[in-house]
């Protein structure tokens, strides 16, 4: 047969732990004027750069504010796309409105490569003389 264990209550000094949290104002200050500038810098950098400033701090300490401060790395935005729908090309109503220029190269056995400046007009798809 198994025996019951019991456990003693819990003490009330325990549950009733005040906190003895130091107040960083001016470390959490500092904290988000450095993020300001430097938007692209993480809790690491900039506990780099408080240490270059003589505010030496724990790096989990660090996290911890930075996250309750709401901190992040900005997000990188996409690439702008074209708006709206594109205008579709215009047909040519007339011959000599618009022409299409192309450079064609072929090669002979024994002379060797050429190349040509070919000119399509678009409307009647005549080559140049």
């Known amino acids: 047969m198994q025996e019951k264990v019991v456990r003693p209550a819990a003490q009330r000094r325990t549950i009733r732990y005040p906190s003895r949290r130091p107040d960083d104002g001016a470390l959490r200050g500092r904290l988000r004027e450095l993020a300001s500038e430097r938007r692209r810098?993480?809790?690491?950098?900039?506990?780099?750069?408080?240490?270059?400033e003589g505010m030496a701090v724990n790096h989990k300490k660090l996290l911890?504010?930075?996250?309750?401060e709401g901190l992040?790395?900005?997000?990188?935005?996409?690439?702008?796309r074209a708006l709206g729908t594109r205008a579709p090309m215009t047909l040519p109503q007339a011959p000599n409105q618009c022409w299409g220029l192309n450079?064609?190269?072929?090669?002979?056995?024994?002379?060797?490569?050429?190349?040509?400046?070919?000119?399509?007009?678009?409307?009647?798809?005549g080559c140049l003389a």
Do not use: N, P
């Not at 064609?104 to 007009?121: C, E, P, T, W, Y």
């Open 41 to 52: 810098f993480g809790s690491r950098r900039l506990g780099y750069l408080l240490t270059q």
């Open 64 to 68: 911890r504010i930075y996250r309750e």
């Open 72 to 80: 992040a790395v900005r997000r990188r935005r996409g690439r702008k």
């Open 103 to 125: 450079f064609v190269s072929d090669a002979f056995s024994d002379v060797g490569r050429f190349r040509i400046l070919a000119g399509v007009g678009d409307f009647s798809r």
